[in-house]
């Protein structure tokens, strides 16, 4: 029996819990007497070290996980300190788990959340983990958005984070009250200084294509009698819109903005549409962002 319980405790840093343990045919009774005997040792209840298993960090980690139950994960800096090895794992482990959770700690904090079922599941080291825009998300609820800013740079740095999850991760979470979706939300207009325009044009592209709007042409040239040709961010063939998309910062944008506005006005002249929208603008309201372009190119149609 021993080699059963210790062939999952070593997978786990080291620790069980008895509900996984008698799931292989483990008593009870066993768990007792040997923890009578010093072999195991309890570490929260109904949750038990090895003896001979070193107390890590990643221990202490994975004992708070499994006392809060099966469907708890690492989340906040805990998490983002197993998907991010420049970051340090903190003293007391950071746990989401449901609303129902009865489990606390001094040791650890648990987040008892009402939206864990949004969260994308996954393991890291052995350690049942929220995802990385998740636990940036919960870590927001007790940072200011520069510290979450410094978090999602850390984040982007080491791991394939892509800047549609942590929007997808504010959509789909965003609800009046919701712990740390307000410093979220700021961090993420932060990332104007980061998001190159071509990257803002890929998402957008990708998310009109995902909505059921055409896929329109990328920096197409337009010739206009009397002008130098013109590029266009955003349009679609036989359609007079021009959509034009801005992830520079307010600096930048104010720079271009003389010679922006001249061009939209050679455009205009010619019967075009011309729709700006900036960074801001997505990160505030991408789903009416993307209605409002749909709108536009029916209404271009209609009058071609």
């Excluded at 919701?178 to 200084?193: H, N």
């Amino acid at each position: 029996m021993y080699e059963t319980v210790a062939g999952i405790a070593w997978s786990q840093h080291g620790a069980f819990s008895t509900s996984q343990v008698e799931r292989r045919g483990v008593h009870r009774s066993w768990v007792s007497r040997h923890a009578s005997k010093g072999t195991i040792v309890e570490r929260a209840p109904a949750v038990y070290a090895l003896a001979v298993a070193p107390q890590t960090a990643r221990q202490e980690l994975m004992v708070h996980v499994l006392a809060a139950g099966d469907e708890a994960r690492a989340t906040s800096a805990s998490a983002l300190a197993l998907w991010t090895p420049e970051l340090v794992l903190p003293v007391r482990p950071e746990i989401a788990a449901p609303r129902s959770c009865g489990y606390r700690s001094d040791r650890a904090i648990i987040h008892r959340s009402r939206d864990l079922h949004l969260a994308k599941p996954g393991v890291v080291d052995g350690i049942p983990v929220v995802g990385v825009a998740r636990a940036l998300l919960d870590a927001a609820a007790s940072r200011s958005p520069d510290e979450v800013l410094t978090l999602i740079d850390a984040s982007r740095r080491r791991s394939s984070l892509a800047v549609g999850a942590l929007l997808e991760v504010l959509e789909s979470h965003a609800r009046r009250g919701r712990p740390g979706i307000v410093a979220f939300r700021e961090a993420l207009r932060e990332l104007r200084r980061e998001v190159s325009d071509s990257e803002f044009e890929r998402l957008v592209i990708r998310d009109l294509v995902a909505a059921g709007v055409p896929e329109p042409r990328l920096h197409h040239l337009v010739r206009l009698p009397g002008v130098d040709p013109i590029e266009l961010d955003l349009d679609w063939p036989g359609v007079l819109l021009d959509v034009e998309l801005d992830g520079a910062d307010h600096a930048v944008r104010a720079r271009r903005m003389r010679r922006d506005r001249q061009r939209d006005r050679i455009l205009q002249a010619h019967g075009y549409t011309v729709a700006r929208y900036t960074w801001d603008d997505y990160v505030s309201d991408r789903p009416g962002m993307l209605r409002e372009i749909a709108g536009l190119l029916d209404g271009a149609r209609r009058a071609a």
